[in-house]
């Protein structure tokens, strides 16, 4: 934890072993801090006054790139439930004790974690990349180049530093970075998606190849050769009709239907885009959700922002 807020509980806990106490309509419960050993997060628990029970634990994150520690409200337990109160009232008590203290992180801020969650970066990397972690040490003073209700984006050359950030949950933010990352969609379909380099071990922040703009309608209906006056999405989604598998098809099979031999004579990009669609279930076509990117000299069109798909994230839920 920062001096200030150390010194500050243990002036306050030296005379009462909780931080605060509120009363809701039907039950009183205190605010107790705990430590995190090796980090200066720590937890937020809620115990209900009479039966001493843990109601709620949340995890108070560490931000740095300020000029003092402050501090932002992480993921919530619930531990045991209780009557008129949920894990959001919760949330919004410790959020306001946090203004009150001037603790809480402005909205929209940039969140980096703690340097004990950084890694390390080899001298090819730092070539490549150019020195992240100092990047990373002064990010407050570094030029955004884009943002999002989930991540900021930072310049690095041919590449691009997705920094989460407040606008939105952290743990969505991180969510949408892990689901982005995931190196199972860049090594199936490579020619379709960005590829990420390196990130965060809690995926606060990944590298990934620099977007040069977002692909015109027709660059995009040209590389999947589509009609010029259909639909992306439509398009994409009759093509998954006419084939109807239940599974996602092998079409190096020698056992395909007459419908997959069928769709085997389509554009091979747009093969590879409804495999990509069916494998991963995502389901924002939009035109503005594909970009340019230059791969090995030459410009490629790519399906971007691809962790922000719902249908990616009813996918995860259901797991």
């Known amino acids: 934890m920062s001096i200030e807020l150390d010194m500050w509980l243990i002036l306050k806990q030296a005379n009462q072993d909780f931080i605060s106490k509120f009363r809701e309509r039907t039950f009183s419960w205190e605010l107790h801090f705990k430590a995190i050993p090796n980090s200066k997060d720590f937890y937020a628990l809620a115990i209900e006054e009479e039966t001493r029970k843990l109601l ?14 402050k501090f932002i409200i992480g993921p919530t337990e619930e531990i045991n439930k209780v ?7 919760f ?10 203290m001037k603790l809480q992180i402005p909205y929209g ?14 001298k090819e990397e730092i070539e490549l990349f150019g020195d992240v972690p100092y990047f990373l040490e002064t990010i407050k003073n570094r030029l955004q180049i884009g943002q999002g209700i989930h991540r900021t984006v930072f310049d690095l050359g041919d590449f691009v530093l997705k920094v989460v ?19 199972a969609l860049h090594s199936l379909f490579p020619n379709l998606t960005v590829k990420t380099y390196k990130h965060a071990p809690d995926y606060s922040w990944i590298i990934q190849d620099k977007v040069l703009k977002i692909a015109s309608e027709k660059e995009v209906k040209s590389f999947f050769g589509m ?10 989604d009759g093509v998954r009709e006419f084939i109807k598998p239940k599974e996602v098809p092998d079409l190096n099979s020698p056992d395909i239907d007459y419908d997959l031999f069928q769709f085997k004579k389509l554009n091979d990009n747009l093969q ?30 790519v399906l971007i922002d691809i962790g922000t798909h719902e249908g990616r994230w009813e996918n995860a839920s259901n797991k």
């Open 91 to 100: 949330n919004n008590k410790i959020s306001n004790w946090l203004e009150n």
């Open 109 to 122: 801020h940039t969140m980096i974690k703690e340097p004990e969650d950084d890694i390390e970066f080899s």
């Open 83 to 89: 009557r008129d109160f949920n894990k959001y009232d």
């Open 227 to 236: 009609p010029y006056n259909e639909d992306i999405q439509n398009y994409v």
């Open 165 to 183: 950030n407040t606008q939105s949950s952290i743990e969505d933010a991180r969510k949408v970075n892990k689901d982005e990352a995931d190196p």
């Open 56 to 69: 709620f634990k949340t995890r108070i994150l560490a931000v740095t790139g300020l000029n003092r520690n």
């Open 272 to 301: 590879q885009l409804v495999l990509m669609v069916m494998r991963f279930r995502i389901s924002d076509l939009r035109n503005e959700n594909f970009g340019v990117i230059k791969k090995d000299g030459k410009k490629q069109i």
